[in-house]
């Protein structure tokens, strides 16, 4: 039975909310009766807000047990609860989060759980078996695209054990503020990307020559065999073989890797949600989150991100900080990022997109309440600055922007083997470097994009699964990709995106 041939259903998430989201697919009209008694005064679109009281001027609008707006003007009971008619919260005081410490680790998983990985000599592991080849400049790329293509024709068949050969394309590393402060992001996320565990240590870099991000940064600060300078080689054709030469190399040995069995805490987990609608907060992210701490309880590390998308609810999270030094880590990431945000003369406010709100979402506060139950309930580790390697084992929160792309960038220098991301609206964002598990929020998103999800959560809006259903589903998908016996539907079709530094220093 599809959601528009069913009784009218909304959903309410905590009892003391006086607004709850539309189910039935394709909305409701103007009229509708809902069993508990309440009539829609006009129709309302899927996964938009209805009003469960009347709610006077000025009054709370509240979602998630939290405030999520004041109302413009009277909202009548039955009424359709839209951003145009909600003022914005004030952002929770930074300065007032003080406590922390209140979340105990859940009790270990009774099941040992595995996965097949590749060991790399630097004792990491990776889930992949890739050549990357690091570019230090932009002006190098058009050169190596066009040898990474001649590598996977005419050298990459020769080794079946080797899965890719991927560019690290970029546009930094010349006509920019090199020593400036915030310059160490993007410089340092370079250099962890080069290092990711799937590309299995074997480093390879192309730079130009007179680029200001020299390419011995990115090779350890070691001038050898690791680098082909494009200005040293004698022209165009000497500059491809120089670089398959060096690949030819690195293949022999990456293809000598096979995968061995390791315990789940090897495994680094991101999680991410883009494309997002008012069903994400309630069906796939909760799932997610229940997946976040069976991973967490089996020895794993997961991060969520995204700052602007945490900054609404970090009141929830500061609680559940392992620390005081987690606690002030928090602040600190939301702090930079509203002193980023004020120096570009905008606000939260930006936050969300079109799509957002065609899917029911609000404002950032709503968005904010239904993103961060993707961490699930564990505490909260530490910390990682954006471009940062992952330090710990357990939950972190890796402090990035929340731009899909520079997001996952970002989880991907921190180490991330393996991203799970949902999804309301839709979207075909992959990466390259890391197999990525697509999570609709809607029963519609999957039904319309049946090659493309991986999962459906939708299945928790219409009552046929539980949270901990597809939470399990998920856990279970993330240890078979992460063991190549699973193929994400992006990656069967071959879709990849560039990635997106994060670049906050001055351009000369």
Not at 163 to 182: F, L, R, S, T
Not at 278 to 292: D, K, Q
């Amino acid at each position: 039975m599809q959601a528009n041939e069913m009784e009218p259903l909304y959903i309410k998430i905590n009892d003391i909310d006086n607004t709850a989201i539309i189910v039935n697919e394709g909305g409701l009209k103007e009229g509708t009766v809902f069993t508990c008694g309440i009539e829609l005064q006009r129709s309302i679109p899927q996964g938009h807000k209805v009003a469960l009281e009347t709610i006077e001027k000025d009054g709370e609008i509240i979602r998630y047990g939290e405030v999520i707006g004041y109302a413009k003007d009277r909202l009548e009971k039955g009424s359709w609860i839209r951003d145009s008619l909600m003022n914005l919260p004030i952002p929770p005081e930074l300065s007032s989060l003080k406590t922390y410490g209140t979340v105990k680790a859940g009790e270990p998983l009774e099941e040992e759980y595995t996965f097949l990985g590749y060991k790399n000599s630097d004792g990491t592991v990776g889930v992949k078996n890739i050549l990357g080849i690091t570019t230090s400049v932009q002006c190098v790329v058009g050169v190596l695209d066009v040898a990474v293509q001649k590598v996977k024709e005419e050298l990459l068949p020769k080794y079946p054990n080797v899965e890719d050969v991927i560019a690290i394309n970029h546009n930094y590393g010349c006509g920019v503020a090199i020593n400036a402060g915030d310059a160490k992001i993007p410089i340092r996320t370079i250099q962890n990307l080069a290092k990711h565990p799937s590309f299995g240590g074997e480093i390879m870099v192309v730079g130009l020559g007179c680029e200001k991000l020299q390419p011995v940064r990115l090779n350890d600060g070691k001038d050898d065999d690791n680098i082909v300078m494009l200005q040293e080689q004698n022209g165009f054709t000497n500059m491809i073989q120089a670089i398959m030469d060096m690949a030819e190399e690195r293949l022999e040995r990456l293809n000598q890797r096979e995968r061995e069995v390791f315990p789940i805490s090897e495994l680094v987990v991101g999680v991410q949600c883009g494309g997002s609608d008012a069903f994400s907060g309630v069906t796939a992210n909760p799932a997610v989150g229940y997946a976040t701490d069976l991973l967490v309880k089996a020895g794993a590390t997961v991060m969520f991100s995204e700052v602007t998308e945490v900054r609404d609810a970090v009141h929830l999270l500061t609680p559940r900080a392992e620390s005081k030094e987690v606690a002030d880590a928090l602040v600190r990431e939301m702090d930079w990022y509203d002193k980023y945000l004020d120096k570009g003369d905008v606000d939260r406010s930006a936050n969300p997109s079109p799509g957002n709100k065609k899917g029911g979402l609000s404002n950032v506060v709503e968005k904010s309440l239904g993103s961060v139950v993707k961490s699930g309930t564990s505490p909260i580790i530490d910390v990682v600055s954006p471009g940062d390697k992952v330090r710990k084992k357990g939950l972190n929160f890796a402090a990035t922007p929340a731009s899909d792309f520079v997001c996952g960038t970002l989880q991907l220098a921190a180490g991330m083997h393996v991203q799970v991301f949902t999804t309301g609206r839709g979207t075909p964002y992959n990466l390259s470097m890391a197999p990525v598990l697509k999570v609709s929020t809607r029963n519609e998103l999957q039904n319309q994009w049946s090659d493309l999800i991986d999962i459906n959560a939708g299945t928790i809006a219409t009552g046929k699964a539980t949270i901990e259903d597809v939470g399990w589903e998920i856990f279970h998908d993330i240890i078979d990709t992460a063991s190549g016996t699973k193929t994400t539907c992006a990656d069967k079709w071959g879709i990849k995106n560039d990635l997106a530094l994060f670049n906050p220093a001055p351009i000369t």
